[in-house]
């Protein structure tokens, strides 16, 4: 059974920092695009940032670029997202997901596994 379960989420202060963790399991995405997306109720679940496999490419939305780093361990079959700067703006919750696609997509639908997702909340 494939599974992508997200920790490290929290509880912030603005300007604060978090770092977090998605932990795939049942088969290996070493070959496999990843990336992070959030969603607020009533909102579209939008892309924050995504990976290559190798890990040599990536993507990070306008909006959380030069705060938030993406990055992964295919040995560890883990995917990361370095959250610093953080902003009531950026509260959500947070889901890891995977693609069966070659190239980094930014689209909900170019991804096939998805996690359940971490509540961040970012006070002001």
């Known amino acids: 059974q494939v599974q992508l379960v997200e920790s490290g989420g929290g509880l912030v202060q603005a300007g604060g920092s978090l770092r977090l963790s998605c932990a795939a399991s049942g088969r290996s995405f070493s070959t496999n695009p990843m990336g992070w997306f959030r969603q607020v109720p009533g909102k579209e679940r939008e892309c924050v940032a995504t990976?290559?496999?190798?890990?040599?490419?990536?993507y990070a939305a306008d909006y959380v670029k030069g705060r938030f780093t993406i990055s992964r361990d295919n040995a560890e079959n883990t995917v990361y997202l370095q959250m610093n700067n953080l902003k009531p703006d950026d509260t959500a919750i947070y889901y890891c997901?995977?693609?069966?696609?070659?190239?980094?997509?930014?689209?909900?639908?170019?991804?096939?596994?998805w996690g359940q997702g971490t509540q961040v909340t970012v006070s002001s």
């Open positions: 997901a995977a693609s069966r696609r070659q190239g980094i997509g930014v689209f909900r639908y170019e991804y096939d596994y």
């Open positions: 990976i290559s496999a190798s890990g040599g490419s990536t």
